[in-house]
């Protein structure tokens, strides 16, 4: 019984997380048709106070450059999440293949804090290079949002191994029935 809720809530949530591998790329290539993403709005997220009305396609590019690698973890961890949620629902809970999924979704979750951190002072330094000397920018982010990625990174990673230890158990119990 409670392995068919298991099997059931995971499946839903495989079709959810499907539907976020559509939607979130199509609502970025909606969002960069319509012109939502501006010189303006970039200075704004990026709260830098100078910044030429122009800046150029080389600190444009790095910008793309950093917010498209972004985009690319985030969307390759909800692959892996997907794929772990489909392994449950076939009800491979325990098994070696799934805890590698949850132990490859932790170390992406840490590597996309790294990627917020680093990419926002890549980005700034980015976007001031062609201001006067003075007014160029070098700024760290780390904030709430860097702060739960890297706990939930500790948190999956913890749970992948937690998952593979049970995976072993598991099959040690199956070879003794």
């Known amino acids: 019984m409670n392995q068919d809720r298991i099997a059931r809530r995971a499946s839903l949530l495989t079709h959810l997380a499907t539907a976020l591998l559509i939607l979130i790329p199509l609502g970025v290539a909606i969002l960069l048709a319509n012109g939502g993403v501006t010189a303006q709005s970039v200075q704004a997220h990026y709260q830098i106070s100078v910044m030429p009305d122009d800046p ?66 890549v980005v700034t330094l980015a976007l001031t290079w062609h201001n006067p000397p003075g007014q160029r920018a070098l700024a760290i982010g780390f904030g709430s949002a860097e702060i739960i990625l890297v706990l939930a990174a500790g948190l999956v990673t913890l749970f992948g191994w937690i998952q593979a230890e049970a995976a072993r158990i598991s099959l040690e119990n199956e070879s003794f029935v």
Do not use: D, N, Y
């Open 56 to 121: 150029g396609a080389g600190p444009l590019l790095v910008w793309c450059a950093v917010e498209g690698m972004k985009l690319a973890v985030l969307l390759w961890i909800i692959w892996q999440v997907r794929a772990w949620l489909s392994a449950c629902a076939t009800g491979a809970v325990f098994a070696s293949g799934t805890a590698r999924l949850v132990q490859r979704i932790g170390a992406a979750l840490l590597g996309l804090a790294a990627l917020h951190i680093v990419g926002h002072t």
